[in-house]
């Protein structure tokens, strides 16, 4: 019988009760230990998991000889230190994205786990949904032949707050990273981008060097073109859509209604045309659900048959190059090839 893996959930806000209830649904993990240190959230994380340990303090959840493996669901200026803890201590990691906001710091926190021959897993959990892992299938099968184009929205319902923003490392690092990723999943290497970011949603924003609407054009190695747009605020909620267009034909990642429901009505004008309404995706917990409970999955497979989890150290680093090339054009007002970023 294959072993059950120990899990130290560190981190239990907003994506860590997620990631809580995911693991409560895997055969191979049982969560041994939880580290917050704010009570109240390791005390929710604990009642959901019935883990028998609860720390303030995430070391010492990392030190905990039953624990095998650590989720990293904190803020992110803590990722880093948390990842060499876990690598130094021999515990195979999954990370919430990003590692770091900077290559220097994520390099070196690569060298630990490599050091350290520990598995690792980043949280780009878009490729385990199932649309883009049947994409990726199709592509790699040669289905769309050349891939000529590619193009991504990324609008989120409305702007996090401003405390968030101040250290989120801006649109391209904390939102457009996604569908950088996504980028480079579906079809490959970037060779140069341009990005324009605007302020129209909210001058404080602006006031921050930032911006909340954005656009980067894309030219990939493979001499494929790309586009991708972003907003902070979208009033209908969350929208995300993919294309990959190419010799022949395309795939497209459309959004999907949230529920099978369809509203008939008789529409706002007495006597036009009646309407339909759909129940739209909030935002990514409704739109993700099911990627964040495969990617875990994923993670725990990897584990029990030994191969590397995916994604992992290369994808946090390269999709970290692409979204700060962007951030750099963003700034500077031109063209930035990727290998200008090192
Ligand atoms: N993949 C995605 O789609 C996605 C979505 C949202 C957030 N995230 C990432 O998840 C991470 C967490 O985001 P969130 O929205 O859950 O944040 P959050 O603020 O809701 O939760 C963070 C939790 O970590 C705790 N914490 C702070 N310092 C800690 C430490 N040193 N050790 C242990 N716990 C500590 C806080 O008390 C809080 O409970 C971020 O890095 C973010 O980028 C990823």
């Avoid at 939880?34 to 009570?39: F, I, S």
């Avoid at 990726?136 to 769309?144: D, P, S, T």
Wanted: with cysteine; proline share 5%.
């Amino acid at each position: 019988m294959s072993k059950t893996y120990g899990i130290a959930l560190l981190g239990s806000g907003r994506m860590g009760i997620e990631h809580a209830r995911n693991l409560l649904g895997l055969a191979h993990a049982r969560v041994v230990a939880v580290a917050d240190p704010l009570q109240t959230a390791r005390d929710a994380a604990q009642a959901l998991t019935r883990a028998e340990r609860s720390y303030a303090d995430p070391e010492a959840a990392i030190a905990d000889p039953n624990v095998d493996a650590v989720v990293i669901v904190t803020p992110t200026n803590t990722h880093a230190d948390l990842i060499e803890a876990a690598a130094h201590a021999g515990k195979a990691v999954f990370c919430e994205k990003p590692i770091a906001l900077t290559l220097e710091r994520t390099e070196r926190c690569l060298a630990a786990i490599e050091r350290a021959g520990v598995p690792f897993q980043i949280g780009f959990q878009r490729r385990h949904d199932p649309a883009y892992a049947r994409a990726k299938e199709k592509l790699a099968a040669g289905e769309v032949g050349r891939i000529d184009q590619f193009r991504a929205v990324g609008r989120d319902p409305a702007p996090p707050s401003l405390d968030y923003l101040k250290v989120s490392g801006g649109q391209f690092l904390d939102q457009g990273v996604h569908d950088f990723d996504l980028a480079r999943f579906m079809v490959g290497e970037v060779e140069e981008v341009m990005a324009w970011g605007a302020v129209r949603v909210d001058e404080r924003i602006g006031e921050l060097g930032d911006s909340d609407t954005a656009t980067t054009m894309l030219r990939f190695k493979n001499g494929a073109l790309g586009v991708i747009e972003n907003s902070r605020q979208s009033v209908y909620g969350y929208d995300i859509v993919t294309e990959v267009f190419g010799e022949k034909g395309k795939l497209l990642v459309d959004e999907t209604p949230k529920t099978g429901l369809r509203h008939y009505t008789a529409g706002a004008i007495p006597g036009g045309d009646g309407r339909i309404e759909v129940d739209h995706y909030r935002f990514f917990m409704d739109r993700f659900r099911d990627a964040y409970r495969l990617e875990l999955e994923a993670f725990l497979h990897s584990l029990v048959a030994g191969t590397a989890p995916t994604p992992g150290p290369r994808e946090a680093l390269e999709s970290l190059r692409l979204a700060l090339a962007a951030t750099l054009s963003f700034r500077e007002g031109r063209p930035v090839k990727l290998s200008e970023v090192s």
